[in-house]
Nanobody, 125 residues
Framework: QVQLAESGGGLVQAGGSLRLSCAVSGRTNVRYVMGWFRQAPGREREFVAYISPTGGTTYVAESVKGRFTIARDNARNTVYLQMNNLKREDTAVYYC??????????????????WGQGTQVTVSS
């Protein structure tokens, strides 16, 4: 079993930056594929970013490409989402997710077994 805990959300003005963290605990001897998703009020949860177990492969959604970066520090069992040039439409609850399956790009929430509780990101104009 693995537990995920997001942090780093908050209120930021448009054009600003935030860095989200996802701390992994529990079975940390397993290297998980990790993802970030977000869900805005009244909308479905959507994919934001993916990172492979070694960090060698990353993938971000078109809507955030060039602004968001995913990274991981396996020594600290932590995954990060650096968000720059934030826009109002980035306002959402952000979730990290993990899965112990084969390392391939996963963009659907059904492809992840473990989820954190989420952290709120609010971007004001």
């Amino acid at each position: 079993q693995v537990q995920l805990a997001e942090s780093g959300g908050g209120l930021v003005q448009a054009g600003g930056s935030l860095r989200l963290s996802c701390a992994v605990s529990g079975r940390t001897n397993v290297r998980y594929v990790m993802g970030w998703f977000r869900q805005a009020p009244g909308r479905e949860r959507e994919f934001v970013a993916y990172i492979s177990p070694t960090g060698g492969t990353t993938y971000v959604a078109e809507s955030v490409k060039g602004r968001f970066t995913i990274a991981r520090d396996n020594a600290r069992n932590t995954v990060y989402l650096q968000m720059n040039n934030l826009k109002r439409e980035d306002t959402a609850v952000y979730y990290c997710a993990a899965d112990s399956g084969p390392p391939r790009i996963r963009r659907r929430n059904t492809e992840y077994d473990y989820w954190g509780q989420g952290t709120q990101v609010t971007v004001s104009s």
